[in-house]
């Protein structure tokens, strides 16, 4: 199709891998005897333990606060009874204290009913319950979205932009999510519009999600709803919000700069789900969808699956598996983390279990940089990924900063299209820390 939209700059086109997954229907995962829930599951600072050893908790209970404007609040995924509060290590290698809860035996999940009461709520009483639900960015970032949501003062929302892109290849959950919550997502966004007041709504997805795409607009229209669905062109990381800003609507967020600049709020289909069972399900954020995928499990699928399940139940529950699998990673291939432990829990931010064979890991030796300039062609944010590492490699970390280093994505377009195999994003994530460091 000619005249798709899509960013300008940069990018690749990864082999998607989508097919084994995206015909496969959401399943219902089984919910374990143990729930390892972490207080660190957003953007921000980790909630605080509400709970204590000993305490029986319901589901959907307060069992975290939130600690400050940028935090988010944790709830119970079970009935049960807390076993104990201690220390575990994330998908990305930070340290979390976790609320370890035993589930009640015979405990069946609430049917929740849909209510219409929300209508009758203000702008701020709606974004206080998506708060007060711990709903955060879904798509990856997981930053808590009534902050997101709360436009400031002085500030007006044109676009509200929903990221229906999933360009990580493999990853298939929010193409599910739009084929089988449709009705869902048309009423998120009802309650959406009410709380930022945009002039527009659109939704970005990207062409190899035909059915979604038709299935979104039916929707739409035979609801009386204005929303414009935008097919855009294949095209990696069309997901970042910055990139499907400048896709759908030609404006660019300056360095620095919040998408609310340029008159933008952005929010993941999958967000708007939540968000839909937080305010007319009165459901807080304890379970999302995620993908299980990759050549290395036997039967790949989507589950709808409650936070602090371990992944190794998931692999189990795909058939476990197979024999030549090489590594597990939690996220997507691009910008996904290795874990090395299969008792790593299920999280807000967990969007896909990855288990991948020698094949579709194998890589080449480092070597030296060859100059060949393609990393700085594939940036989407512009910037010099070879200049920038060889600053953090010499512990030049106000230089890296000096060079752009805060507007890196971490995508990984750098390291995907690198012939000499540097380890260009995990450079660019120590420099970040680093630099932090030193600034403080």
Sequence with gaps: MKGLKTFPRGGIHPHGNKNLTNSKEIVKADIPGILVVPMAQHLGAPAQ???????????????????????????????????????????????????????EEGFVPAEKSKSDSWKDKSAQELNETIKDSGIVGLGGATFPANVKYGVPKGEKAEYLIINGVECEPYLSADHRLMLEKTEAIIEGLRIL??????????????????????????????????????????????????????????????????PISVGCVVS????????????????????????????????????????????????????????????????????GFTVFDLDTPVTKGTSGILVLTDREVSGGQRTACLSCGKCVGVCPMGLNPTKMFKYIDHDEYQSAMDTGLMDCKECGCCAFTCPAHIPLVQGMRLGKKMGRKKVS
Excluded: C, W
């Design 49 to 103: 333990a509400a709970v204590a050893e000993g305490d029986v908790v319901t589901e959907g209970q307060l069992i975290g606060k939130a600690a400050g404007f940028i935090s988010a609040a944790v709830h119970s995924p079970v009935n049960g009874t807390v076993k104990e509060i201690r220390d575990v290590f994330m998908a990305n290698g930070m340290k979390s204290s976790a609320v370890v809860i035993e589930k």
């Design 193 to 258: 519009k009410k709380i930022v007041e945009p002039e527009k709504i659109a939704i970005g997805i990207e062409i190899n999600k035909p059915d979604a795409i038709e299935k979104i607009r039916k929707q739409a229209e035979a609801e009386n709803f204005e929303l414009e669905v935008v097919p855009l062109k294949l095209k990696y990381p069309q997901g970042d919000e910055k990139q499907l800003i400048k896709a759908v609507t030609g404006r660019e967020v300056p360095s620095g700069a919040l």
């Design 268 to 335: 993941n289909v999958g967000t708007v789900n939540a968000v839909y069972e937080a305010v007319a399900l009165e459901k807080p954020l304890y379970e999302r969808t995620v993908s299980v995928t990759g050549h290395g499990v036997k039967n790949p699928g989507n589950y709808l699956v409650r936070v602090g399940t371990p992944i190794r139940q998931l692999i189990e529950a795909s058939g476990g598996m197979a024999d030549k699998f090489a590594k597990v990673v939690i996220g997507g291939p691009m910008m």
